[in-house]
């Protein structure tokens, strides 16, 4: 009888723990530096596609129609700002620095905030963290430029994402 109640616990805590790993929703920090590795393989291959994979398809979606609207070839811009300041063969890595959890409060008013800026249902986001990381950036006119970068991780319907909060903001934001 020890020994059934005792596999019977252990089977009990077995399953509490699955499950509450389970519930957490987590992101590793694997996968944002794979992440942060096809972000930056698209910048150096100049792959605009591999870019856009990086990204939430509502985000992706609201990048194109800014383009279309403002006839911004934004894309070419960010390419030829690099090429300007670093050169042809210019090189970008990266150091990750932290990755802090955000809390179930602020996934909630991040689902709303996504919600309103990009008039979509509540997104299905199950985890965020906000990412700390160190870019190098270096070429034939300049060796290595460091900047402290932050962007945030996001987990929308079992996919971990790359996102930014430029399109939740106005101008109001940005006022000193």
Same mark, same amino acid.
């Not at 790993?21 to 698209?42: F, G, H, M, P, R």
């Not at 856009?52 to 960010?78: H, L």
């Not at 090189?91 to 996934?107: A, C, F, P, V």
């Given at each position: 009888?020890?020994?059934?109640?005792?596999?019977?616990?252990?089977?009990?805590?077995?399953?509490?723990?699955?499950?509450?790993?389970?519930?957490?929703?987590?992101?590793?920090?694997?996968?944002?530096?794979?992440? !942060?590795?096809?972000?930056?393989?698209?910048?150096?291959?100049?792959?605009?596609?591999?870019?856009?994979?990086?990204?939430?398809?509502?985000?992706? %979606?609201?990048?194109?129609?800014?383009?279309?609207?403002?006839?911004?070839?934004?894309?070419?811009?960010?390419?030829?700002?690099?090429?300007?300041?670093? +050169?042809?063969?210019?090189?970008?890595?990266?150091?990750?620095?932290?990755? $802090?959890?955000?809390?179930?409060?602020?996934? $909630? %008013?991040?689902?709303?905030?996504?919600?309103?800026?990009?008039?979509?249902?509540?997104?299905? !986001?199950?985890?965020?963290?906000?990412?700390?990381?160190?870019?190098?950036?270096? +070429?034939?006119?300049?060796?290595?430029?460091?900047?402290? !970068?932050?962007?945030?991780?996001?987990?929308?319907?079992?996919?971990?994402? !790359?996102?930014?909060?430029?399109?939740?903001?106005? $101008?109001?934001?940005?006022?000193?």
């Amino acid at each position: 009888m020890k020994k059934l109640f005792g596999l019977v616990l252990s089977l009990f805590t077995i399953f509490l723990c699955a499950s509450c790993s389970e519930s957490k929703q987590e992101i590793t920090e694997k996968q944002v530096c794979n992440l !942060l590795d096809d972000y930056y393989a698209a910048l150096r291959a100049d792959d605009f596609e591999a870019y856009c994979d990086c990204f939430p398809q509502f985000y992706v %979606d609201a990048m194109n129609e800014e383009i279309e609207e403002f006839d911004n070839d934004f894309w070419s811009q960010i390419q030829d700002s690099f090429i300007e300041i670093y +050169g042809e063969e210019f090189e970008i890595d990266y150091e990750l620095i932290k990755m $802090e959890r955000i809390s179930d409060e602020g996934i $909630e %008013d991040a689902k709303r905030s996504m919600a309103s800026a990009f008039r979509i249902g509540k997104p299905n !986001l199950t985890a965020a963290y906000l990412v700390t990381y160190k870019e190098t950036v270096s +070429g034939n006119s300049v060796k290595n430029e460091y900047n402290d !970068l932050t962007i945030i991780a996001v987990k929308i319907d079992e996919v971990v994402y !790359l996102y930014d909060t430029i399109y939740e903001l106005d $101008e109001s934001d940005f006022a000193a």
